[in-house]
């Protein structure tokens, strides 16, 4: 056989084994190896990613710091431009100069390929390439070229292009990620062809986000911080006292770890041994403890035992419903206990925040009293967030004293918060009201809205306190804010219209109540009813 008969040969089966190509001639750049570039030899997890990469059109990866995936999918990217002529590839990144990195890494790759091209300007008979600031062009004789360009984000930075293959670096931290990607998806949507790969490590809130953890048609890839054979249990436990804050979205161990706030968590204490198969021994006293809001009913049966150990053994969250409904399944949920486990489970008083005790203009009648006409008296909590944090954290100890478990995984909703929930940058003793994303949607902060002293922007009430017209699920109450702040100064807002030309502008989860119930303002449909109840003008 020839050279060129053994070349392409060779090529024939590089193009279907790219996990071969790749440790047979792909190349990476190591900082703490004795010599710079070396030979890439793929980890199980990198393999495992690869595999996924070829067998879907829609990939997203979430992924530790430092595990080398740029390096998997430039050296793809490489496959992908020296096996077949004629492809083209786009990637964004998140600026210019990352761009630019990008072009770098692909040409340091293509120039440890002498088997299959060379660097130079087209020639006769020979496959070459040319590298450029922001592309690379393959050369290939007598046929078309193949191509890489990359894009600082930008919207409509793609629109012009048919691609082959489409790659988002860093994709959670990319501006205008939505309307990016709303522009660049129809670059390779065709029903034969066109492929996707979205990686970084995860930015609460982003489109990154949304796509890892919603329903959807992405292959959804995670590597964890032990993907590298070389981090061993004490380095990833040296790491954590190094960057205590940041490495769960750093280093994640779980996607579930990946998800959480960055910054610094206000519950750090909070992992997976606060759950229990085991029920608290000797008598015990139940208790129940609820939050009741506009739009989500919290309600939680705790158990202390004689040595003061508290475990949560029931938990039920519900969005959109009325006192009577609420006080309903409260009182039969309660009796369901008491009937299967004795009379224990009956709790001897049921608690709740004091703003359940304010009256509301229209009836004289606080909601607690409501609550109470349905059969359910309600006992005033403590109002003090200070001590309230204080005390949690304290049971949420492991070292010493009482401390807090979940029965049989009973409560993921408030698990899930608890892991979540960040630490107040100027007020280290409480948690912050941000990311706003967590437990809030937003209204632009020149949204009026309707106090006991008259119609008043929001950004108006910063650092105020007063009451504020809100409906209870029944009627329209005066009802008690405080800690008002700009929380999202980068979120994506909406605008919607009424038919009596009043525009409100909000994020795309803020709840409207119209004539069905609470909706988010994104499944709104156009002619829907909302609600606009009318109120008494008087102070509280």
Not at 10 to 24: A, L, N, P
Not at 170 to 182: F, P, R, V
């Given at each position: 056989m020839t050279i060129d008969e053994i070349r392409e040969k060779?090529?024939?089966?590089?193009?279907?084994?790219?996990?071969?190509?790749?440790?047979?001639y792909g190349h990476y750049e190591d900082k703490d190896a004795p010599e710079l570039i070396q030979p890439f030899r793929l980890w199980d997890g990198q393999r495992k990613a690869l595999q996924g990469i070829v067998d879907n059109r829609l990939n997203i990866i979430l992924k530790a710091r430092q595990l080398g995936i740029t390096w998997l999918v430039v050296n793809y990217v490489a496959w992908l431009l020296t096996m077949f002529n004629g492809r083209t590839v786009i990637g964004m990144s998140r600026t210019e100069d990352e761009a630019k990195e990008l072009v770098r890494r692909l040409d340091m790759v293509l120039s440890k390929m002498p088997e299959f091209l060379t660097f130079g300007k087209a020639v006769k008979g020979r496959v070459t390439y040319e590298k450029f600031s922001l592309d690379l062009v393959v050369h290939y004789p007598g046929e078309?070229?193949?191509?890489?360009?990359?894009?600082?984000?930008?919207?409509?930075?793609?629109?012009?292009?048919?691609?082959?293959?489409?790659?988002?670096?860093?994709?959670?931290?990319?501006?205008?990620?939505?309307?990016?990607?709303?522009s660049a998806f129809p670059v390779i949507n065709r029903p034969t062809g066109g492929k996707v790969i979205g990686l970084s490590t995860n930015k609460r809130g982003s489109l990154f986000e949304k796509i890892y953890t919603g329903d959807n048609k992405f292959n959804k890839i995670f590597l964890p911080w032990y993907t590298d054979p070389r981090r061993t249990k004490e380095w990833y436990e040296d790491t954590k006292r190094e960057i205590p804050d940041t490495v769960f979205q750093e280093y994640p161990e779980t996607p579930e770890q990946a998800m959480l706030v960055p910054g610094g968590a206000f519950f750090p204490e909070v992992d997976e041994d606060i759950f229990t198969e085991e029920p608290l021994n000797g008598p015990v006293m139940t208790y129940f403890v609820m939050d009741y809001g506009l739009d989500m009913l919290a309600a939680y049966w705790i158990q202390v035992d004689s040595e003061k150990n508290a475990q949560i053994i029931y938990e039920f969250c519900r969005p959109n419903m009325t006192i009577s409904q609420a006080a309903e399944e409260i009182i039969s949920i309660?009796?369901?206990?008491v009937d299967m486990y004795g009379k224990s489970y009956r709790p001897e008083y049921y608690l709740a925040p004091p703003d359940l005790w304010n009256r509301s203009q229209e009836s004289g009648k606080s909601r607690a009293i409501l609550f109470g006409e349905c059969g359910l008296p309600l006992t005033k909590s403590n109002n003090s967030l200070k001590d309230g944090c204080a005390a949690v954290k304290e049971y949420l100890r492991k070292d010493k004293g009482p401390h807090l478990t979940i029965l049989n995984r009973c409560a993921p909703s408030l698990y899930n918060s608890l892991r979540k929930i960040q630490k107040d940058k100027k007020r280290p003793e409480i948690y912050a009201n941000d990311p706003h994303d967590l437990t809030h949607s937003c209204l632009v902060g020149d949204t009026t809205v309707k106090t006991t002293e008259g119609d008043v922007k929001i950004e108006d009430l910063v650092g105020k306190e007063g009451f504020v017209y809100a409906w209870d699920g029944s009627e329209v109450v005066?009802?008690?804010?405080?800690?008002?702040?700009?929380?999202?100064?980068?979120?994506?807002?909406?605008?919607i219209e009424l038919e009596d030309g009043?525009?409100?502008?909000?994020?795309?989860?803020?709840?409207?109540?119209?004539?069905?119930g609470w909706k988010m303002l994104s499944d709104l449909a156009v002619g829907e009813d909302v609600v606009q109840p009318t109120y008494s003008p008087c102070k509280q």
């Open positions: 060779e090529k024939e089966y590089c193009r279907g084994h790219v996990d071969y190509f790749i440790e047979t078309p070229d193949s191509v890489f360009k990359c894009f600082p984000s930008s919207p409509g930075a793609t629109r012009s292009f048919t691609a082959d293959l489409l790659i988002f670096d860093e994709w959670a931290y990319q501006e205008a990620a939505d309307e990016i990607w709303a309660t009796n369901r206990m005066a009802k008690p804010f405080r800690d008002v702040c700009m929380t999202n100064d980068n979120a994506d807002v909406f605008e009043t525009i409100i502008q909000a994020t795309a989860d803020h709840p409207f109540l119209t004539s069905e």
